[in-house]
C-alpha cells in the first residue's frame, strides 16, 4: 500500500497553460486525476468543461491576471462547468467575467473547493446544483452578477468568507436545499435580498453582515430547522429578517438595525428569536402575524420607529418574557389579537405611548411580573379578556400605571405607583382585583 502511494504521488505532474497546452481545456483534456494545473496571465475565450475522470485535478491561476472571458461565447455558457459526480477538484484564483450562464457551475461535484476566484458579469457567479454536495465555497468576489450564488437542491455545502455585492438580482439563493452553512460572507448593496431561501431545511446562517440590500436583509419561505445566529443585519430597505411559513427557526445573537422593520414573521410556528439587539428600525423592532407556539426571549429592542413587538394577527401559545424594551415610538408591546400567551418578567420603559398595549380581540393572557417604567402613556393598558395581570410594577407611566377596559380579568398583587392620571383605572365589568398595591385609582 505505502509504495502504491508513493508511485501515485509520483505521476502527478504540473502541466503550464500556456507554455505546454494554448488553451486550459485542452490541459484539462490532458489531465489525469491528481495532476496540477497552472495557469499564466492572459485573457482565455473559452468554457471549461471538468468530468468525473478527471477528479483531483486542481486549476491553480498563477498570476494575478488571469482571465477567462466569455464575451464572445455563446449567450448560456459557462466558465468553469464540473460536472458528473466530480471529486475534489480546485478552482482557484481566477477572474471570471461575461458568461451568459454561470460563471462556475457545479452539477453533481463532491467535495469540491472553489477559492479566491473574481466573477463578475455573469448571469449567476456560482451555480450549485443537484447532486452537489459537501463542496468549499471560499473567499471568492462576486459582484455584478444577475445572482451572485445559487444553490438549488444540494446538501451539506460550505459558504465561506466570500465578498457577495452589486448583483442586479440576490446576493444568495437556497432553494429546496438542506443542511448548508453560509458563514462570515459579507454581502451588500445587492438589488434584490441578500439572503433568499426557498424551502429546504437545517440550513445554518452565521457570523454574515448583510447590509443595504435593496429588499430584505434575509427572506425566507416555506422550511424547517434554520439556525440564524451572530450576524450583522443593517441598513436593509425592506425587512432585516422577513420569515413565511418556516417551521422552528432559531434566531440569535444577531444585530438587526436600521432597516424597514427588523424581524417580520408570517404564519411560522415553533420559533425562538433570544438575546438580539433590535433597534433603529424604520417601523416594528418584531412583528408577528399568524405565530404560534413561540418564544421571544432576552431580546434588547429599542429606538425602533414604531412598537418594539407588534403582534397583528392570532398570536397563539407563545412566550414573550426577559426582553429589554425601551424608546419604542408607540408601544413597547401591542397585541392585537392573541389566546394562550405569556408576557413575563419584560423591562418595558420610556416608550412613546404605552408600556404594554392588549387589544379587544385578546383573551386568556397571563401578564406577569414585568417592569412599565415611565412611558408617556399606560404603563399596561387591557382592552381584552380574561387576562391574568400578576405581580407587575408599573410606576412612572404619563398617564395611567394599569388601565382595564376589557371584562372578566384578574388583576393580582401588582404594584402601581406615581402614574399621571391614576395608578389603576377599571372601566371593565366582572374584573377582580387582589393585593394590589397602588395610590390611587377609580375602584369603588
Not at 258 to 287: A, P, Y
Amino acid at each position: 500500500m505505502i509504495m502504491e502511494e508513493q508511485n501515485n504521488k509520483k505521476e502527478r505532474r504540473s502541466i503550464v497553460v500556456p507554455d505546454q497546452y494554448q488553451s486550459i481545456q485542452a490541459a484539462v483534456d490532458a489531465a489525469l486525476p491528481g495532476d496540477r494545473i497552472l495557469v499564466k496571465n492572459g485573457v482565455y475565450k473559452e468554457t471549461i468543461s471538468i468530468t468525473d475522470d478527471k477528479s483531483s485535478i486542481k486549476i491553480i491561476a498563477s498570476g494575478k491576471e488571469v482571465i477567462m472571458d466569455g464575451s464572445t461565447l455563446q449567450m448560456n455558457s459557462n466558465g468553469f462547468t464540473i460536472t458528473g459526480n466530480v471529486v475534489n477538484v480546485k478552482i482557484k484564483g481566477f477572474h471570471i467575467r461575461n458568461y451568459g450562464g454561470n460563471g462556475i457551475l457545479l452539477v453533481g461535484a463532491k467535495s469540491c473547493i472553489i477559492k479566491k476566484n473574481t466573477i463578475y458579469n455573469n448571469t449567476t457567479g456560482i451555480f450549485v446544483s443537484s447532486p452537489s454536495f459537501d463542496n468549499e465555497i471560499t473567499d471568492n468576489s462576486i459582484f455584478n452578477n444577475a445572482n451572485g450564488i445559487t444553490s438549488v437542491n444540494t446538501n451539506d455545502n460550505y459558504y465561506s468568507y466570500n465578498m457577495i455585492y452589486q448583483n442586479t438580482g440576490n446576493g444568495f439563493i437556497l432553494n429546496q436545499s438542506n443542511d448548508e452553512t453560509v458563514f462570515t460572507n459579507v454581502i451588500r448593496n445587492n438589488q434584490q435580498n441578500g439572503i433568499g431561501i426557498n424551502g429546504g431545511a437545517a440550513h445554518i446562517l452565521e457570523g454574515n453582515e448583510i447590509v443595504n440590500n435593496s429588499q430584505n436583509g434575509i427572506i425566507l419561505a416555506a422550511g424547517l430547522s434554520y439556525r440564524i445566529m451572530n450576524n450583522k443585519i443593517m441598513d436593509n430597505k425592506v425587512n432585516g429578517i422577513q420569515s413565511n411559513n418556516v417551521f422552528a427557526i432559531n434566531i440569535e445573537n444577531n444585530r438587526i438595525n436600521d432597516n424597514n422593520t427588523g424581524i417580520l414573521m408570517n404564519s411560522c410556528r415553533n420559533s425562538v428569536v433570544k438575546n438580539n439587539t433590535i433597534n433603529h428600525n424604520i417601523n416594528h423592532g418584531i412583528s408577528l402575524n399568524n405565530e404560534s407556539v413561540s418564544i421571544l426571549l432576552g431580546n434588547t429592542i429599542n429606538e425602533n420607529g414604531g412598537n418594539g413587538i407588534f403582534a397583528g394577527t392570532s398570536l397563539v401559545q407563545s412566550s414573550i418574557y426577559n426582553n429589554v424594551i425601551f424608546r419604542n415610538s408607540i408601544n413597547g408591546i401591542h397585541i392585537s389579537e392573541s389566546v394562550l400567551n405569556t408576557i413575563q418578567n419584560n423591562d418595558i420603559v420610556k416608550n412613546g405611548e404605552n408600556g404594554i398595549l392588549m387589544d379587544q380581540l385578546t383573551n386568556l393572557n397571563t401578564i406577569s411580573w414585568n417592569k412599565t417604567l415611565k412611558n408617556n402613556r399606560d404603563g399596561i393598558q387591557i382592552n381584552g379578556d380574561n387576562a391574568h395581570i400578576l405581580r407587575n410594577k408599573s410606576i412612572s407611566n404619563g398617564k395611567v400605571g394599569i388601565r382595564i377596559n376589557g371584562n372578566n380579568n384578574r388583576i393580582i398583587a401588582n404594584k402601581a405607583f406615581k402614574n399621571g392620571k391614576l395608578d389603576i383605572m377599571n372601566n371593565g365589568i366582572n374584573n377582580v382585583y387582589e393585593k394590589n398595591k397602588f395610590g390611587t385609582s377609580n375602584l369603588t
